[in-house]
């Protein structure tokens, strides 16, 4: 593993101009506004079940502790552990496209 990073990083370091001369990866910038948007509020909707989720997933629990029904509660906190996961994730590839989307704008 240890000579595989580092014939990576040899050749990354040997590299002086880009692979494909003369493209530049940019996202034209008609569509740079509206995707931006798009990500913006899938992200935002995402979050906002994740979290609803989680409040669901919270009152299962208390309504199965209290009554004493315990499959109710596991599941409640099986939701609680996924909304969490899913809100992480989410958060998490949209971070990681906008910043794809800045690095390609240069900056």
Not at 33 to 47: C, D
Not at 53 to 64: E, R
Not at 76 to 103: E, H, N, P
Request: proline residues 6%.
């Amino acid at each position: 593993m240890s000579q595989m990073l580092e014939t990576l990083n040899f050749l990354a370091a040997d590299v002086s101009e880009p692979i494909i001369p003369g493209v530049s990866p940019e996202l034209p910038t008609s569509l740079r506004g509206p995707t931006e948007t798009i990500l913006n509020w899938t992200a935002g909707a995402g979050l906002a079940l994740a979290v609803l989720g989680g409040l669901s997933g919270w009152a299962c629990v208390a309504i199965g502790h209290n009554s004493e029904r315990g499959p109710l509660a596991a599941r409640g906190k099986q939701a609680v552990v996924w909304s969490l996961i899913s809100g992480m994730g989410i958060g998490l590839t949209s971070g990681l496209v906008m910043a794809f989307y800045t690095m390609s704008k240069g900056g």
